[in-house]
């Protein structure tokens, strides 16, 4: 159908006017990243990979890298308007707590953000959530743990109940009972958002030692610290050495020769996909993800796992990536503790 001239120029004119208008600013205009941190990003891991990859990525890209880093967990809405302020163009809200405050304020000044834990709150131009866990890397970290332990007794130590390490809890679980029913998994919390409680971590992770645990999977941000502590001052209830499996970073850098490997997550091809997304106008309608597939998530490869083992554990990685053998996450924390042979919280 032909429009007349009139009609065309109409059409031309209400589109420029749309993209002077929109409320978010165009992809083309994004020139500088803002990555939003609770701590420090010297954990070897939540908080120090975000920084590596948003830092690579703002290479990459030519962007303006804008970290504001030790933030704590409270109210971050003054920190999120100085960000804005400083002319932050995509703020990437790199904690649970932080994905009421960054929508809001990325509302009022029209500028996109990205949080965590929150995937019903995606908004297309606004608002993405990437949610992402290692669960496949966790499910071979449950193999290697059976086949590392010598009192048929592993321990999962957790700082919080949170979406991405429910995930990696349950799959570690479904690794150990897929490999052998008869290992018990012992499962403790040090908090309600125990994340940078060094000593508690330590404090739980010596009383899953004393129940018998060899291997302990140690998810903690800086509580895993003391979790390492744990691991290397004491030893196993046979007088044998206790396996520290770590996950988010790699702290080989600190091994005194009870890290046995680590859940490693590779945050590059998350950022670089929001950028991507924002050129593509798709940013905020779907959801991230990190897998073995594209080594996003990998499982550290240390001196101390025998080489059986490790073939082990290539062998099912592959059949993870062939998709022969499907890792289905559970974010539920009622399913996840239901998996395990006993449970350590601290009252709610």
Known sequence: MRLPGRSIAALVLAGLVAAVCSPFAQAAEIKSLALMLPEEPTDFGWNQQAFNAAKIVCAKY?????????????????????????????????????????????????????????????????????????HEGAYLAGVMAVKMTQTRVVAIVVAAESPPWNSQSAAFAQGVKATDPGVKVLYAVVGAAAYSDVAGGRRVTESVIGAGADVVFGQGDRSAFGMLQAVETKKSINGGTVWFIDEIGDKSAMDKGNLLSSVVWNLVPVYTAMIEDLKANKFGTHAYTIQLADDSVHMLHTKHIPDPVWAEIESQRKLIVDGKLKIVPIWDTAKVRALMTSVAAPAK
Do not use: C, W
Not at 70 to 90: F, N, P, S, T, W
């Open 62 to 134: 030519g962007l303006k890298f804008m970290p504001a880093t030790g933030l704590g967990y409270g109210d971050v809405h003054a920190q999120l308007r100085e960000l804005v302020d400083d002319g932050a163009g995509l703020i990437i809200a790199h904690a649970s707590g932080y994905n009421t405050a960054a929508p809001e304020i990325g509302a009022e000044a029209h500028v996109p953000v990205a949080i965590v834990d929150r995937p019903q709150d995606s908004r297309p131009g606004a608002v993405a959530d990437y949610t992402v866990s290692g």
